[in-house]
T-cell receptor, first 113, second 107 residues
Framework: NAGVTQTPKFQVLKTGQSMTLQCAQD?????MSWYRQDPGMGLRLIHY???????DQGEVPNGYNVSRSTTEDFPLRLLSAAPSQTSVYFC????????????FGPGTRLTVT | GIQVEQSPPDLILQEGANSTLRCNFSDSVNNLQWFHQNPWGQLINLFY???GTKQNGRLSATTVATERYSLLYISSSQTTDSGVYFC?????????FGAGTTVTVRA
């Protein structure tokens, strides 16, 4: 199993550009989520999904969109990038019925200039 | 949302020393997890521990859900234990993280 994979590893955007961060898992997990990590603040939940076709907002959803058309994939879209979205983004998944042990991807480091 | 506080914020240990990290949370939760973020940024799940005590090698964790805290014990620390330790609690399918404890183990 590859586990949770994320692409790209690094990305530089200009203010106003849009892009999609990719996340995929091969563990047949129902629950997937996106977090951002900023220095000294831990991780904050952006959006999550409890299964294909179901998504919901987390703590900091503004400026981000998600969709879940398959169990395996959970892309995160930045609609119009802003410098405040400079961060490291992590995708995670968990299985085992209700929310179980979380498995994290390697992260995407995004810089918006 | 649920507030999660971790202490201490920073910890410097000599190799071989023992330590205790604490996580306090403000409300009832469905589960609690401990993570280690290594110096390369990878997040690894250490414990899924909504209540009780678990052990994994030199690490152990105890959660007292009724008193809203959890403790992570590191025994006989090694330089590979360095990194940031996060506590996260789940309520309503949302995971809330503390700010972490940065552990530096010196040889």
């Amino acid at each position: 199993n590859a586990g949770v994979t994320q692409t790209p590893k690094f990305q530089v955007l200009k203010t106003g550009q849009s892009m999609t961060l990719q996340c995929a898992q091969d563990m047949n997990h129902e629950y997937m989520s996106w977090y951002r990590q900023d220095p000294g603040m831990g991780l904050r939940l952006i959006h999550y999904s409890v299964g294909a076709g179901i998504t919901d907002q987390g703590e900091v959803p503004n400026g981000y969109n998600v969709s879940r058309s398959t169990t395996e994939d959970f892309p995160l879209r930045l609609l119009s990038a802003a410098p405040s979205q400079t961060s490291v983004y992590f995708c995670a998944s968990s299985g085992g019925g209700r929310m179980g042990e979380q498995y994290f991807g390697p992260g995407t480091r995004l810089t918006v200039t | 949302g649920i507030q999660v506080e971790q202490s201490p914020p920073d910890l410097i240990l000599q190799e071989g020393a023992n330590s205790t990290l604490r996580c306090n949370f403000s409300d009832s939760v469905n589960n609690l997890q401990w993570f280690h973020q290594n110096p390369w940024g990878q997040l690894i799940n250490l414990f899924y521990i909504p209540s009780g005590t678990k052990q994994n090698g030199r690490l152990s964790a105890t959660t007292v859900a009724t008193e809203r805290y959890s403790l992570l014990y590191i025994s006989s620390s090694q330089t590979t234990d360095s990194g940031v330790y996060f506590c996260a609690v789940e309520a309503g399918y949302k995971l809330s993280f503390g700010a972490g404890t940065t552990v530096t183990v010196r040889a």
